[in-house]
Nanobody, 125 residues
Framework: QLQLVESGGGLVQPGGSLRLSCAAS????????IGWFRRAPGKEREGVSCISISDGSTYYADSVKGRFTISVDNTKNTVYLQMNSLTPEDTADYYC??????????????????WGQGTQVTVSS
């Protein structure tokens, strides 16, 4: 059974860092793209970043570019989202999701077939 499990969320002060993990089970990541999405209270879901595992290409939303880094550890079948210089505007539930092969800046949530349960990130002093 294909499954994605996020972890690493929590409470952090503005300017702090967190690293989210997305562990895949039931399939290998080689032929998938993994995206990170977030949904803040009262807002629509937003695509944050994605990585195409086969060629390592990555994309970032403008709102996180330069602060977030997506990466993969194939030995652990896990994708990470390193989040630095966090602001209260980054507060949201974060989800990882998998789609076939490649992602692009135009990839939309409905294209992703498998989703994790989410992890909450709160940035507050």
């Amino acid at each position: 059974q294909l499954q994605l499990v996020e972890s690493g969320g929590g409470l952090v002060q503005p300017g702090g860092s967190l690293r989210l993990s997305c562990a895949a089970s039931g399939f290998t990541l080689d032929y998938y793209a993994i995206g990170w999405f977030r949904r803040a209270p009262g807002k629509e879901r937003e695509g944050v970043s994605c990585i195409s595992i086969s060629d390592g290409s990555t994309y970032y939303a403008d709102s996180v570019k330069g602060r977030f880094t997506i990466s993969v550890d194939n030995t652990k079948n896990t994708v990470y989202l390193q989040m630095n210089s966090l602001t209260p505007e980054d507060t949201a539930d974060y989800y990882c999701a998998a789609k076939d092969y490649y992602c692009s800046p135009n990839s939309r949530g409905y294209e992703y077939e498998y989703w994790g349960q989410g992890t909450q990130v709160t940035v507050s002093s």
